[in-house]
Nanobody, 123 residues
Framework: QVQLVESGGGLVQAGGSLRLSCAAS????????MGWFRQAPGKEREFVAA????????YYANSVKGRFTISRDNAKNTVYLQMNSLKPEDTAVYYC????????????????WGQGTQVTVSS
């Protein structure tokens, strides 16, 4: 059984910050990478950031570079997404995902998903 639970979403004004958490349980030793995706109404699920579980190597979408930071705490089996300088365009449901085999930007390549947390950025 693999479980991913996101938390930390909410309503914030433009320019503000939020910190999302994703607590993982199950066979976390087999996770190669963890990723964050987001999906706004009427749009496709979009890659945000990913991190290699063991070494901490990271990758970011161009739209969030310099504003978002992904990190992990191996002892807590938790990944984080620190979101600064938030924009209304960042409004979406944010999903945590785990991949057993690769660090990927493609949603379909991830094996496990949380159910998402809403982030709303107001003007």
């Amino acid at each position: 059984q693999v479980q991913l639970v996101e938390s930390g979403g909410g309503l914030v004004q433009a320019g503000g910050s939020l910190r999302l958490s994703c607590a993982a349980s199950g066979r976390t030793f087999s996770y190669y990478a963890m990723g964050w995706f987001r999906q706004a109404p009427g749009k496709e699920r979009e890659f945000v950031a990913a991190i290699r579980w063991s070494e901490g190597i990271t990758y970011y979408a161009n739209s969030v570079k310099g504003r978002f930071t992904i990190s992990r705490d191996n002892a807590k089996n938790t990944v984080y997404l620190q979101m600064n300088s938030l924009k209304p365009e960042d409004t979406a449901v944010y999903y945590c995902a785990a991949d057993r085999a690769r660090l990927s930007t493609r949603a379909y390549e991830y094996d496990y998903w949380g159910q998402g947390t809403q982030v709303t950025v107001s003007s």
